[in-house]
T-cell receptor
Framework: SQKIEQNSEALNIQEGKTATLTCNYT??????LQWYRQDPGRGPVFLLL?????KEKRKERLKVTFDTTLKQSLFHITASQPADSATYLC???????????FGKGTRLSVIA | ETGVTQTPRHLVMGMTNKKSLKCEQH?????MYWYKQSAKKPLELMFV???????ENNSVPSRFSPECPNSSHLFLHLHTLQPEDSALYLC?????????????FGSGTRLTVV
């Protein structure tokens, strides 16, 4: 069966450190993978999209990698801040017009 | 605000009630979606509309009935719901159905069925 697994339900890190979140998938061949941030009681907010032929994508303090051999994406937040505390969702879709499928998310807490 | 507006933000309804959730976007997007988010579960896709035509119905019970009168508005009509339908209902839009666009979500409607 198809699965998207985000390895930790919750992750606590110290302010200033790099947070690394993992997204693994099985029985998908995604052409695109996306990451979203969700704050409590709010809808997810789109952060980054990475294509299957891209190894790495950066946006300010965020970095995403995509390894189609390992079937894994890593999401990094460098110099983390308490304001980065939120749930981060991985989402993917195969090529074509299939809608996004989401993982359960990882709740990140950055402690001052 | 994200550009996708959902009303109401909170809704409490009895199992015999009929209510509707509304979603509105003025981003010029052609695709709109309903997702359900329950505690400890990933977002579950319910319905997909592209250019006002329903393109996907993800085995959703008939007590949920979507309506897309134009590309800017999406409704979810609810009737005779069950307590397990209590969840956060999220509307999203994207420029096209194609894979290389991120979704813009509304803030959701928190639904409680009593």
């Amino acid at each position: 069966s198809q699965k998207i697994e985000q390895n930790s339900e919750a992750l606590n890190i110290q302010e200033g450190k790099t947070a690394t979140l993992t997204c693994n998938y099985t029985n998908y061949s995604p052409a695109y993978l996306q990451w979203y941030r969700q704050d409590p009681g709010r809808g997810p907010v789109f952060l980054l999209l990475i294509r299957e032929n891209e190894k790495e994508k950066r946006k300010e303090r965020l970095k995403v990698t995509f390894d189609t051999t390992l079937k894994q994406s890593l999401f990094h937040i460098t110099a983390s801040q308490p304001a980065d505390s939120a749930t981060y969702l991985c989402a993917l879709r195969n090529s074509g017009n299939t809608p996004l499928v989401f993982g359960k998310g990882t709740r990140l807490s950055v402690i001052a | 605000e994200t550009g996708v507006t959902q009303t109401p933000r909170h809704l409490v309804m009895g199992m015999t009630n009929k209510k509707s959730l509304k979603c509105e976007q003025h981003l010029g997007h052609n695709a709109m979606y309903w997702y359900k988010q329950s505690a400890k579960k990933p977002l579950e896709l319910m319905f997909v509309y592209s250019l006002e035509e329903r393109v996907e119905n993800n085995s959703v019970p008939s007590r949920f009935s979507p309506e897309c009168p134009n590309s800017s508005h999406l409704f979810l009509h609810l009737h005779t719901l069950q307590p397990e339908d209590s969840a956060l209902y999220l509307c999203a839009s994207s420029q096209e159905l194609k894979a290389n666009y991120g979704y813009t979500f509304g803030s959701g409607t928190r639904l409680t069925v009593v």
